[in-house]
């Protein structure tokens, strides 16, 4: 199980930090990442973290999100500052599990006004 929190209104230019546990597993966690979909868009990613620390980041975040990792807890964090109306989605965790199977949240928004 997957969950997520943290989203909400926020102006432009302003910052939010999302949270993400996954429950435990007999299976090892793997990467974790945020994916985001806004409106009339498909599904892309944001961030992701490797079990080593090596992330990704979608251009368009690029310096300014911030992924992070605490694996003591299983979750996986992201800080998100200088926020614009483009970033304005449902923002869902994704846990990559061993043997190839993973998870996701339910998502939290993300609404960013101008």
């Known amino acids: 199980q997957v969950e997520e929190s943290g989203g909400g209104l926020v102006q432009a230019g302003g910052s939010l930090r999302l949270s993400c546990e996954a429950s435990?597993?007999?299976?090892?966690?793997?990467?974790m990442g945020w994916y985001r979909q806004g409106p009339g868009r498909q599904r892309e990613l944001v961030a992701s973290?490797?079990?080593?620390?090596?992330?990704e980041y979608a251009e368009s975040v690029k310096g300014r999100f911030t992924i992070s990792r605490d694996t003591t807890k299983n979750a996986v964090y992201l800080q998100m500052t200088s926020l614009k109306p483009e970033d304005t989605a449902v923002y869902y965790c994704h846990v990559e599990y061993g043997m190839g199977s993973d998870s996701w949240g339910q998502g939290t928004p993300v609404t960013v006004s101008s």
């Open positions: 973290i490797s079990s080593r620390g090596s992330t």
């Open positions: 435990s597993s007999i299976f090892r966690i793997n990467g």
